[in-house]
């Protein structure tokens, strides 16, 4: 069975995936290895599952997950380099 990788910021509400990279995005520029390497810190490695909980109004910031038993904010922006394959519902 093939999964195709879908950004985090694309998944929807309740969604369960596995992380399986986390990518560089120019938004960034100069910072975005700091940013990858806070994510990284706050448990988003390739392996962990993760799922959506919720967003912010209309859609925008923050997209709200859950990751190890715990629940995270993170912007469009940073949840957009976060690569994953998603589980079947």
Same mark, same amino acid.
């Given at each position: 069975?093939?999964?195709? /990788? ?7 509400? @309740? ?5 399986? !990279? #986390? ?8 910072? !975005? ?9 706050? @448990? ?8 959506? #909980? @919720?967003? @912010?109004?209309?859609? /925008?910031?923050?997209? /709200?997950? $859950? #990751? ?6 993170? $912007? $469009?922006?940073?949840?957009?380099? #976060? ?5 079947? /519902?």
């Amino acid at each position: 069975m093939s999964h195709t /990788a879908t950004p985090l910021h694309l998944l929807p509400k @309740g969604a369960r995936a596995t992380i399986v !990279d #986390i990518a560089s995005h120019s938004h960034f520029g100069e910072l !975005d290895a700091q940013v990858t390497l806070r994510l990284k810190e706050l @448990g988003f490695l390739p392996g962990a599952v993760l799922q959506v #909980i @919720g967003f @912010g109004l209309f859609g /925008a910031d923050p997209v /709200a997950v $859950r #990751i190890n038993g715990t629940k995270f904010g993170l $912007r $469009r922006s940073e949840a957009a380099k #976060i690569i994953t394959t998603v589980h079947p /519902a």
